[in-house]
């Protein structure tokens, strides 16, 4: 857990969970991209065969509303046999305890975007989790998978945690566009790409600025030094390149304090740019001042 102000608002990075994925290659690049990725690798110090995927979720509080960005991987590996293995038990609920919140305590949860262990935390055992909470998802996010159509063969199960997990909050969600408020100095990004309708969050308070970005870079090396490289996860694959290289781009410009959902913890950190790109700048102590 991770806590500090931004302006007058109170932010928290918690992780809910974390795994060892098995290779950075061929996820990013494909087969075709390799050498290029293990090369990547081994001049930034890290291992090719393996690498740390945590899962972050962020609590903001405004003063007037507590706001917990995604919802981690809940109950999905004990409650769906093919989660099993595959995603760790999320920890937010209690990562909240530790910083003195109860899943009462919610007043909006956002849903960045609809993939398993952005929306496994929503419900357990049919329940909701935040039983007071309004709720928040991308227009675009939610029309594709409800409508189920062009759903690619890999995602057919997303799809079907989609509509059981997320669905039936539907009665008491706000559907949302790039630009639309969700509370006074937070505001959806076009992030598209990743996820057919996923949405960042520009999140301003007495003139302090902080995008999460949630999926738009899965990786801190190769997916900010190289973000033409095609993503096996990513749905749509040239437009999360395309959003990459977009927003790499605006938060080098502007200097922004970026939120990566699977950026190393904290989660925090900035883009700066390099003769040929882009590099991720790791958030040390700046905050803490």
Not at 80 to 96: C, D, F, I, S, T
Not at 197 to 222: P, Q
Request: proline residues 6%.
């Amino acid at each position: 857990i991770y806590r500090f102000q931004l302006g007058g608002f109170e932010v928290a990075t918690m992780m809910d969970s974390s795994v060892i994925r098995p290779g950075l290659t061929p996820s990013f690049g494909g087969d075709a991209h390799a050498a290029e990725v293990k090369e990547l690798a081994a001049a930034n110090r890290i291992d090719a065969d393996r690498y740390f995927h945590p899962f972050t979720p962020m609590l903001v509080n405004t003063g007037k509303e507590l706001v917990v960005f995604d919802t981690g991987n809940g109950s999905l590996s004990a409650e769906h046999e093919q989660m099993k293995g595959r995603l760790p038990a999320g920890q937010l609920v209690n990562r909240m305890a530790q910083i003195g919140y109860k899943p009462d305590d919610v007043d909006v949860v956002v849903i960045t975007h609809g993939h398993p262990d952005h929306i496994g935390g929503l419900t357990k055992g049919g329940q909701p989790v935040f039983p007071n909470a309004r709720y928040v998802f991308g227009a675009a996010e939610f029309d594709f998978w409800n409508k189920g159509e062009n759903v690619r063969e890999a995602r057919k199960f997303n799809r079907e945690l989609y509509m059981k997990i997320v669905v039936p909050l539907a009665n008491k969600a706000t559907m949302i566009k790039p630009g639309d408020t969700v509370a006074p100095g937070i505001t959806a990004v076009d992030a598209f790409g990743h996820s057919p309708g996923l949405l960042g969050f520009m999140i301003e308070s007495e003139g302090k600025r902080l995008l999460n970005w949630a999926d738009t870079c899965n990786h801190y090396v190769i997916a900010v030094q190289r973000p033409d490289l095609h993503l096996d996860v990513d749905d749509d694959k040239e437009k999360a390149a395309a959003t990459r290289k977009r927003i790499l781009d605006m938060v080098a410009t502007d200097k922004l304090f970026v939120a990566g959902y699977h950026m190393p913890l904290p989660g925090l950190g900035w883009v700066e740019k390099t003769g040929n790109g882009y590099r991720w700048v790791q958030h040390s102590y700046q905050m803490n001042l």
